[in-house]
């Protein structure tokens, strides 16, 4: 399935050394995967469930997949991401935050993933427009994580939940942060880093604040 999504310019590439580029073929090889209830039937799962909501944008067929995951692995902590990843794009924020809570519940024994599960719930109340709640989770996520990933957005919505809660000083400090930790070819860092620098250049004026409502 996923040699399928190579450039059609390279595709021979990954055709030379044995591979083929069969999205239906690849799509139900990975059903059959699942269908086994083996081992790898779980990482299929996942599989059809991404592959349902972001490539054939199915969710019809990805929330079947979903529902099947949150009966047979209550307290795997990847098909709650999902699910509150899901939840939140269509707009049940509530529901959202209850498996981003999840995900921090179980798993203490993977920090990198409960700093993810604090960013994501950060991300949920911001887009309720709950600033503290979001300012919260946010610092928590930012004041403890070393990975590259959504740190430079991450700090944009800090300085954005600053500037609307009333807190300006603070918002100018995230938001001269991004320029450092925004990576290259990446879309969400450089918007980040093009509003942020905007942000700091003009100043924070009543029409930014709209602007950013407007955002959100």
Known sequence: FFVSLVPKNFIWVAE???FTADRELGLKMIEKCYAINKQQSAFSLLLLIWIHSFFFEDNEMAESFLTKSLEKYQDAPFFHYLAGYLRRKSGNLNLAINHFEKVKDLSHQCR????????EIGWCYYLK????????????????TDAPSFRAYCAYQLGNAFVLSGNNGEALKYYSKVEGWYRKHYSFDEYAYKRAKEYIEDGLSSLQQRIIIIEI
Do not use: C, P, R, T
């Not at 990198?112 to 960013?119: A, C, D, I």
């Not at 979001?134 to 930012?142: G, K, T």
């Open 16 to 18: 030379a050394i044995g």
């Open 112 to 119: 990198q993933l409960e700093l993810m599960s604090f960013y």
């Open 129 to 144: 427009l709950d600033w503290d709640s979001a300012i919260h989770f946010f610092l928590l996520f930012l004041n403890e």
